[in-house]
């Protein structure tokens, strides 16, 4: 989508910010977003960005009574850019358990006495970086030290990061990857395959469970589920069904004051908790389904 800067100042902080405030409250044109910030020591630039370019004389209009203050605007044509993909390669390896997620940039450096994935997160989810997924690894790395898992299945996969770990983490497992979003199954096909899992790794553009594939008779013995709080309490009984006895459910995506209300509906719904891990606020639940 192209965007349109326009751009005040600088200007001193109370014009700055009278001017900030004035176009964020322009019903048209409406900005998408509105930014303050410091430029030099008690100056103030503010920027303002448009999904089309904005008529120049409505908004020298509306803020007539600032213009001595804050001077002409400017306004360019941003260049269209991947910006998640691009604030990705800046950022460094994450270790969770044996595992090691990386960027394409840091292929070289990656320490050869951990199993390592590389993902390039493009517009989907699932770097390593949010503590939501590391502990996701974290658990997946525990589960496999003590039992063997045959079928996995990674709901809401996203970069299909946790489908890749448990992968090469179960080499004999059979592995599904499910998403919504087409864009994000289609990065996860492309990470599966980047990491030699693209036999092991299928990926499924699917909503929950409501795709044929994910009917087994005998379930699954594993569901990682990085999801959110209203979602993840939504299956909890198509998981129940989904899962084999005694198959195991790594439910993330949590606050750590929403664990309490979907660990009650999964226990309403036949699981057990197994486990339960926090880090920088958020909470990892593994549940066992009884019976």
């Known amino acids: 989508m192209p965007l349109f800067k326009l751009t005040f100042g600088p200007a001193a902080l109370a014009a700055g910010r009278c001017a900030a405030d004035l176009l964020t409250e322009l019903a048209a044109p409406h900005a998408l977003a509105v930014t303050l910030f410091e430029s030099r020591p008690g ?7 448009y999904s089309v370019a904005p008529p120049l004389a409505t908004l020298l209009g509306a803020l007539s009574p600032l213009a001595s203050a804050v001077g002409a605007p400017t306004l360019e044509a941003v260049p269209e850019q ?27 450096r990656t320490s050869a006495r951990r199993t390592a994935i590389e993902i390039e997160a493009g517009e989907a989810f699932g770097t390593g970086h ?31 990061v946790l489908a890749i770990a448990a992968a090469r983490a179960i080499p004999g497992a059979r592995v599904l990857a499910v998403d919504n979003d087409p864009l994000a199954a289609a990065v ?3 990470n599966a395959r980047l990491n030699g899992t693209g036999q092991r790794v299928r990926v499924i553009d699917a909503t929950g469970f409501a795709h044929p594939r994910l009917r087994r ?45 979907v660990a009650a509906a999964y226990r309403a719904a036949g699981f057990a908790l197994a486990a339960r ?3 920088a606020g958020w909470t990892v ?6 019976g």
């Open 43 to 49: 100056t103030f630039v503010v920027e303002a960005y």
């Open 82 to 108: 991947n910006w998640v993909a691009l604030s990705q390669a800046a950022l460094p390896p994450v270790a969770a358990g044996r595992f090691l997620v990386h960027g394409r940039h840091d292929r070289e």
């Open 130 to 160: 949010n503590a939501t997924t590391a502990l996701c690894l974290e658990a997946i790395d525990r589960l496999v030290r003590r039992r063997r898992f045959a079928s996995v299945l990674d709901l809401g996969c996203g970069t299909a």
């Open 188 to 190: 996860a096909r492309i």
């Open 217 to 261: 008779p005998r379930g699954f013995d594993l569901v990682l589920a990085n999801l959110l709080p209203g979602p993840l309490i939504e299956l909890a009984q198509p998981m129940r069904r989904a899962l084999g006895s005694g198959g195991i459910a790594v439910l993330s995506g949590l606050l750590d004051h929403q664990a309490r209300e």
């Open 277 to 279: 891990s926090r880090r």
């Open 285 to 290: 639940l593994t549940l066992a389904r009884k």
